[in-house]
């Protein structure tokens, strides 16, 4: 026997039985029952929600000699005939018929009488799919349908109907299932089919059916076949969802500020296998549930999430503070979507992390920190006598702030920080990154060393002829090797701010953020960099924290209070 999907199989034949959609029922119903149906009908709404069952369920409705409550009766000659053969209710998908003749040869058959009830309906699919002149042949039989012609057009894209067959139809919108409403009806099959089920994994499923009858039963249906109970985990499993203490781990050290930690989560996951874009709807879905548990007292209703795992989201949530979550789920939206530009996701969604797990609450106040701690180096690098590096180099979203600067909350627009203008060129072997989701601009590499422009040396492109050996430049030959290394997201990440030096014959790098010189210090992370100066030839290097000197500091914070005069800069 042919497989039948749940969805053809548990298609509604009464209207009784069409999840949600009252609205559209209800007029469909006391039409019929008035006997005052129309010729022409456009159904609305998202995919899934509908509209061709409720448009099958109608034509046979329109047709049967005791329609019961509007539906079909089904037991009546003219619902058994239709049922037979249904030579007077037509299909037609747009999509594959959507040329002039198909119209033409409509308009002819519709003149014929029906067969066996009252009416032949047509059923156009996906109209908007409809060539212009077919348009124009299907505007021709709406203009004059004969008395026993019912259109019902269905489509996901009204605005792509020309306003001539638009005003021919009675439009009826369907709406995206409630979670709620998905989730009874899942239920209501799962007992017909008489297989077990947790209440939790039919929420599960509900949800990622995202407002669709149609796509929560075929995801419905895989999970089926992967476990005869339906259980949480399983669903999860299927829905390749990572698991739940990783992703609980990683939001609370986003949330808790503790940026090592949100890594260390992160890379756990992406170890395990978990693909970037996956990991970012579990982070959206796990603030906002997060969000839920915050707010609502109804949250565990709500979120249908097993015991356990309720538990744990409330804690979290319970001792996060509400904006921060609010700005994590900005953050990492935003994120999700530039996701498919970027060349480098894992690069994207580690900069999303750093990001996020900034105890700042406001991007106004990351703006203020950037250029905190950007003027801080440029003094720094003035007082010590050394030519200041690029500024744009610093102003990345990476260095923690000085903690204990606070000012109220403005209406956060998502901006980035005023950033400089761009460096002059400059001969340190720096490389534009080719992500687009890291915007942190760094200096174009305008001037190119004389030998790589020769055909014979471009085998070795990232290597100049005659190796400078100042430390800007063993730095930067650094990064580059090291950004081509798999798995150093984290590392390339941190490593980009540091401040290159040199004592002795020890490469010196300089921080001025504490958590930046701990992480890089961990055993693991060191083990990376040393990798990459064995192979360049660093005997010795040294990742250090140097905070800037107060006293440079101040004229930072001085020139800040005067650039900021509008908002109430404190500096404890
Ligand atoms: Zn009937």
Redesign the pocket.
């Known amino acids: 026997m042919a497989h039948l999907s749940l969805y053809r199989k548990y298609r509604p034949a009464t209207f009784d039985k069409i999840v949600r959609q009252e609205h559209v029922v209800r007029v469909l119903t006391r039409q019929i029952e008035r006997g005052e149906v129309g010729h022409a009908y456009l159904f609305t709404g998202p995919r899934g929600t509908g509209k061709t069952s409720v448009a099958r369920i109608f034509a046979r409705a329109v047709n049967?000699?005791?329609p019961q409550g509007g539906s079909?009766?089904?037991?009546?000659a003219?619902?058994r005939a239709l049922a037979e053969n249904s030579l007077d209710i037509a299909e037609i998908d747009a999509a594959s018929n959507n040329g002039v003749g198909e119209m033409r040869d409509l308009r002819e058959k519709v003149q014929y009488p029906p067969v066996s009830g009252k009416y032949k309906v047509y059923i156009i699919d996906e109209v908007h799919m409809l060539t212009d002149s077919a348009f124009n042949a299907l505007l021709k039989t709406l203009e004059e349908p004969p008395a026993h012609a019912i259109f019902i057009l269905a489509t996901t894209e009204p605005h792509k109907i020309p306003a001539t067959i638009l005003s021919r139809c009675m439009r009826l919108d369907f709406k995206l299932i409630p979670e709620e409403d998905l989730e009874k009806h899942l239920a209501g099959i799962l007992d017909e089919m008489g297989r077990p089920y947790e209440r939790e994994a039919v929420a599960a499923i509900a949800r990622a059916g995202a407002g669709s009858d149609r796509d929560m039963l075929s995801i419905a249906e895989m999970c089926l076949a992967y476990d005869d109970k339906l259980t949480y985990k399983g669903v999860t499993n299927v829905l390749g969802s990572a698991d739940f203490a990783t992703n609980a781990r990683l939001a609370e050290a986003i949330l808790t500020g503790d940026m090592p930690a949100a890594l260390d989560a992160a890379e756990q996951a992406l170890a395990a296998g978990k693909g970037v874009g996956v990991l970012l709807k579990d982070l959206l879905s796990f603030f906002n549930e997060a969000a839920i548990a915050k707010m609502c007292p109804s949250a565990e209703k709500l979120l249908a999430l097993p015991k356990e795992f309720f538990a744990e989201v409330a804690r979290i949530a319970k001792a996060a503070d509400g904006r921060a979550i609010l700005r994590a789920t900005e953050i990492f939206t935003r994120t999700e979507s530039e996701l498919r530009y970027a060349s480098s996701p894992r690069i994207s969604l580690e900069t999303a992390i750093l990001r996020a797990s900034m105890p700042q609450t406001d991007l106004t106040a990351d703006a203020l920190m950037l250029r905190v701690a950007a003027l801080e180096k440029q003094v720094a690098a003035l007082a010590a006598g050394v030519p200041a590096r690029a500024p744009a180099a610093d102003a990345q979203p990476l260095p923690s702030p000085p903690p204990a600067m606070r000012e109220p909350a403005p209406p956060a627009q998502e901006e980035l920080p005023p950033l400089p203008e761009p460096p002059p060129a400059e001969d340190v072997p720096w490389e534009a990154p080719a992500e687009e989701a890291v915007r942190v601009p760094f200096p174009p590499q305008t001037v190119r060393h004389p030998v790589q422009e020769m055909p014979a040396a471009s085998a070795a492109p990232d290597v100049p002829a005659a190796p400078d050996d100042s430390p800007d430049a063993t730095f930067g030959r650094f990064l580059r090797r090291l950004r081509k290394l798999p798995k150093s997201g984290v590392v390339y990440a941190l490593c980009r701010d540091l401040v290159p030096g040199k004592e002795g014959e020890t490469l010196v790098l300089t921080t001025d953020v504490r958590t930046v010189s701990d992480t890089l210090n961990a055993e693991r992370h060191r083990a990376v960099m040393r990798e990459v100066f064995d192979e360049l030839g660093v005997a010795a290097f040294e990742v250090r924290f140097a905070g800037a000197p107060q006293a440079q500091a101040k004229d930072g914070i001085q020139k800040l209070k005067e650039d900021f005069a509008d908002y109430p800069v404190e500096v404890k």
């Not at 079909?72 to 009546?76: E, L, N, R, W």
């Open positions: 049967c000699e005791h079909p009766c089904g037991a009546c003219v619902c």
